[in-house]
């Protein structure tokens, strides 16, 4: 088998999280991921903290061998050369480069790939197959299109801070860079489809992915713009205020989260808590009502959860066919037999293929015919410069040899 964008030749000129883990789901999938970097500086996740190495984990860089521990993560299955854009032979050489790419994928603030002579018009002039993905934090247009974000900025602007949280509390981020991975995985998704398209017009585009849009997109499967009408707080907490109960509940040993969405889920839900007779009652079995009244139906599934154990309260309503889960702690969820057993949880390697103490995540996509995954380990940074010049510019090693001397590579 072989992955099913084998074939499919990326330049990556992606840092810090949004464009690598784009590229990151294309080398997954069977593309050929070439990471290009500056040859002073290179990929700052490669020397940021903390760092992972033969003698374990630390917030220091204990040898050469040491990496930082999201590079070798975000950096799997991918090339790595260098390339000094700023000189007129390393911009050349990317535009000799792009001649023969099939994508382009950057996470420059906007205006500066059109600076460095790198921007989709100048080498869709070279390259009118090229697809040209451009990832960002507020977007290519707009009157704040300049403004520099990251992930807590992106959450902050888009208002997903604004209903993280409970009602009575501050405004808060979800846990990891959520606005980053997301803005990575439609710009994946960008990608695919106008390298689909581009089968039947022959010629690339560009793709102008903004991580605040793609969070308030998400966000706004909600009716936020009603909820002041409906007398409902902007932060719900871990609720979905469109069902009840639906929320988590402190167990005797532990949290639960458990969801009634359905007639059935209720009628069920009733039973389990040993309140059966709430089923068919007027105003409980309405859904409608039990929205309203949410706090009422929280207090009583909390007196019924917090006198048991997580695992009685998980086996009493699976056994009622009620959504359910504990709540478990990041290093609990690595331990999961679900989890271990679809492969979704992976060790990681050093760029020599040298297991190392800590583990990362598998691709989250199944084909049935094609494979998936990154089974390549993240590359020595720049290593594979030379063989990348030769084999796609047909360079001789003299010529690389040159270049290195002058620092363009």
């Excluded at 959520?178 to 022959?202: K, Q, W, Y």
Aim: glycine letters at 10%; charged letters at 25%; one cysteine or more.
């Amino acid at each position: 088998m072989s992955g099913a964008l084998q074939g499919l030749v990326v330049l990556d000129f992606t840092r810090f999280l949004s464009g690598p883990y784009c590229t990151l789901l294309l080398a997954g999938l069977g593309a050929e991921v070439i990471k290009i970097d500056q040859p002073r500086g290179g990929d700052p996740t490669a020397s940021a903290p903390p760092f992972v190495g033969p003698g374990g984990v630390g917030f220091e860089r204990a040898s050469d061998a040491d990496y930082g521990i999201a590079y070798l993560k975000r950096a799997r299955g991918k090339s790595s050369m260098t390339l000094d854009l700023k000189s007129p032979e390393g911009r050349n050489l990317l535009l000799r480069l792009a001649e023969r790419a099939d994508v382009v994928v950057e996470n420059f603030r906007p205006g500066v790939a059109a600076r460095l002579g790198i921007d989709y018009a100048a080498l869709a002039a070279r390259n009118p197959r090229l697809v040209y993905c451009a990832i960002s934090g507020y977007g290519a247009t707009g009157p704040d299109r300049e403004l520099k974000a990251y992930d807590l900025m992106a959450q902050a602007a888009s208002g997903l801070m604004g209903i993280t949280g409970e009602p009575d509390g501050p405004p808060l981020k979800t846990a990891g860079a959520l606005s980053d991975m997301i803005a990575g995985t439609f710009a994946a998704l960008g990608v695919v489809s106008a390298v689909h398209e581009r089968e039947r017009s022959g010629t690339g585009q560009a793709i102008d992915v903004s991580m605040v849009d793609c969070l308030f997109a998400m966000m706004m499967d909600e009716p936020l713009d009603c909820y002041a009408r409906l007398g409902l707080a902007e932060r719900q907490g871990n609720r979905i205020m469109r069902f009840s109960p639906f929320n988590s509940y402190r167990a005797r040993d532990g949290w639960v989260a458990l969801g009634a969405v359905t007639p059935e889920d209720w009628r069920a839900v009733a039973a389990a808590i040993g309140r059966a007779d709430l089923a068919a009652h007027p105003d409980f079995s309405r859904v409608s009502w039990r929205i309203v009244h949410n706090a009422e139906v929280d207090r009583l599934v909390a007196a019924w959860t917090r006198e048991r154990a997580v695992e009685e309260i998980v086996a009493t309503l699976r056994a009622a066919d009620v959504p359910c889960s504990p709540v478990r702690r990041p290093i609990e969820a690595i331990e999961w037999p679900h989890l271990r057993s679809r492969g979704m949880v992976q060790p990681l390697r050093a760029p020599d293929g040298a297991p190392i103490a800590a583990l990362a995540a598998g691709l989250p996509l199944r084909f049935s015919r094609s494979d998936a995954g990154h089974a390549r380990p993240a590359p020595v940074p720049g290593g594979d410069t030379g063989e990348v010049l030769a084999r796609l510019l047909g360079l001789s090693a003299e010529e690389i040899a040159a270049l290195e001397k002058k620092g363009v590579v």
